[in-house]
């Protein structure tokens, strides 16, 4: 079964400087990944996804992520970090080989403080 | 973008009624929606998948008696909290799956529901 892991609960930064968001998966086959935010009491807003080709996908709001396979991970980056993008942060993954191949398998979120 | 939407955003019920939360794919067709649940600081937990014109497909130690899901057209689904109590109160959240392009089968999701069982 697939599976993620967000191994940091809080990620600090200051504005302007470059953040990191960290994501590894767990999948038997080619995993589809995503990268969600959300804002409080809102649902979840997509900002990137692999499905396959460049390694390195960019997305909305300037976020930017690189899918490793040797280290399985897919880590979640932006060169200059604003204050709004304080949110909660959701790595997912999917199994396209596997039966039920829409579920989604969710990390269990970092949240990202940018101060001022 | 696909757009989802859910109603009400937020409802407070007394313990023992019943609510039911809509989720709707405003400008695509959903075969399948999923539900989840979001309880405070934590991640989304699958309820269920919903798949138009049959019965929902339940994740394990969810209760299928007490959170009713109806799929009846491509383009709403609907969970009904049966005899509610305060546990649970939670934020719920639907998304629905566009196929287009071809197989892409991603995500939309809707801004959530809070419930709040009094």
């Known amino acids: 079964a697939q599976s993620v892991a967000q191994p940091e609960d809080q990620v600090n930064v200051a504005e302007g400087n470059p953040l990191t968001v960290k994501c590894t998966y767990s999948?038997?086959?080619?995993?589809?990944l995503f990268w969600y935010v959300q804002y409080p009491n809102r649902g979840l807003q997509f900002l990137l996804k692999y499905i396959t080709g460049d390694n390195l996908v960019k997305g909305s709001y300037g976020f930017e992520a690189e899918f490793n396979k040797s280290q399985t991970s897919f880590h979640l980056k932006k060169p200059s970090a604003l204050v709004s993008d304080s949110a909660l942060y959701f790595c997912?993954?999917?199994?396209?080989?596997?039966?039920?191949?829409?579920?989604?398998?969710f990390g269990t979120g970092t949240r990202l403080l940018v101060s001022p | 973008g696909a757009v989802v939407s859910q109603h009400p955003s937020w409802v407070i019920c007394k313990s023992g009624t019943s609510v039911k939360i809509e989720c709707r794919s405003l400008d695509f067709q959903a075969t399948t929606m999923f539900w989840y649940r979001q309880f405070p600081k934590q991640s989304l937990m699958l309820m269920a998948t919903s798949n138009e014109g049959s019965k929902a497909t339940y994740e394990q130690g969810v209760e299928k008696d007490k959170f009713l899901i109806n799929h009846a057209s491509l383009t709403l689904s609907t969970l009904t909290v049966t005899s509610a109590h305060p546990e649970d109160s939670s934020f719920y959240i639907c998304?629905?799956?566009?196929?287009?392009?071809?197989?892409?089968?991603?995500?939309?999701f809707g801004p959530g529901t809070r419930l709040t069982v009094t």
């Open positions: 997912a993954v999917r199994d396209p080989q596997n039966t039920g191949f829409q579920k989604l398998v």
């Open positions: 999948v038997s086959g080619n995993p589809y």
């Open positions: 998304s629905a799956s566009d196929p287009r392009p071809y197989g892409s089968y991603e995500q939309y």
